[in-house]
């Protein structure tokens, strides 16, 4: 399954521009606004989970940001950035790796995730995500996760998914996090599209 994933991604990444996707964002507002209201130091450590080619990274170095992590399935996806990113590209650390059976080697005071969660739409690939969600976390650290919400798309780059509402979501992690904070977002495509989106953060117990 994992080989199966990993080929769609590189599908997409390769056959798109990284500018074209459903889900891209010019500037990822909603994550920026949630870290400024946590007023978490630059030098926390932050990991992107399916960061791919987001400009999140971008611009939390310019940020100042010190310790940074973008985790992608999609290795063409992280190339972009990348390559976006010239020289400051030294400046993170990325990681080529399927989230579902991915076993983090540190904690992060920060895990962030804009649509990813959405597309384990099997129990054991939610669990999957959940261990190491805890294996990359402390008690303290923060998660800021997003997935379509109810009136959501149903699939996304050919795929079903997963929707969510701010209960539902938390109920996922509710055995080691609370939630802190929800929001909905109405997201605008590159072609003008509409999409909601759920956002939740939670902090670990």
């Known amino acids: 399954m994992t080989d199966a994933k990993r080929e769609h991604w590189d599908e ?16 990822p507002e909603p994550s920026l606004r949630a870290l400024d209201e946590l007023q978490l130091p630059a030098t926390a450590a932050l990991i992107d ?69 959405h597309f384990l739409t099997e129990p054991e690939q ?21 997935t379509f919400a109810p009136d959501g798309p149903e699939r996304c780059s050919g795929l079903p998914v997963q929707r969510y509402d701010a209960a539902a979501l938390a109920a996922e992690f509710s055995s080691a996090f609370v939630l802190e904070r929800e929001w909905r977002e109405e997201h605008t495509t590159p072609a003008g599209g509409r999409q909601s989106f759920q956002w939740c953060v939670l902090r670990r117990r």
């Open 12 to 27: 997409v990444y390769r056959t798109k521009a990284a500018d074209s996707v459903s889900w891209y964002q010019p500037t």
């Open 49 to 117: 989970v399916g960061g791919g080619a987001s400009s999140l990274v971008d611009r939390l170095i310019e940020r100042g940001w010190s310790d940074l992590s973008v985790l992608d399935i999609a290795e063409p996806a992280l190339e972009v950035a990348k390559a976006r990113l010239r020289g400051e590209a030294a400046r993170v650390e990325w990681v080529v790796a399927d989230v579902t059976i991915w076993r983090p080697a540190r904690h992060y005071d920060v895990w962030h995730d804009r649509a990813v969660f």
């Open 126 to 146: 939610r669990l999957g995500y959940r261990n190491a969600l805890e294996a990359g976390t402390a008690p303290g650290s923060v998660v800021i996760i997003a």
